[in-house]
């Protein structure tokens, strides 16, 4: 992932994840860490998958055209859509 780490500005530094991790829901949903609808020790497998050091650009490719498969955690799991929440915080910061 190209842009920074949302843990600034309002959003909760993580212990576990690296700021650039991609958080993948059983809903399908990409998330980063310290979204604003989300606790970190939610984020656990069997319910959550990740990526911890995704490719430059993952996050902008992750659609239901271009599902995203976790890496760890549960590897069952593809992000198909991004987290609004997220998606406006990283617009901000452009």
């Given amino acids: 992932m190209s842009r920074g780490a ?13 700021p650039g991790a991609l958080l993948i829901s059983r809903t399908g949903y990409a ?10 020790d939610l984020v656990k497998a069997p ?3 990740w990526i911890p050091e995704p490719a430059a650009g993952l996050w ?3 659609s ?9 955690g549960n ?17 901000d910061r452009v």
């Avoid at 949302?6 to 690296?18: D, I, K, Q, S």
């Fill in 31 to 40: 998330h980063l860490p310290g979204c604003t609808h989300l606790i970190e």
């Fill in 64 to 72: 239901a055209a271009h599902p995203v498969p976790a890496t760890e």
């Fill in 6 to 18: 949302p843990a600034a500005a309002g959003r909760e530094a993580w212990r576990r994840f690296p």
């Fill in 60 to 62: 902008d490719r992750a």
């Fill in 75 to 91: 590897t069952r799991l593809s992000a198909v859509r991004r987290c609004t929440e997220c998606q406006s915080w990283l617009t």
């Fill in 47 to 49: 319910e959550w998958g």
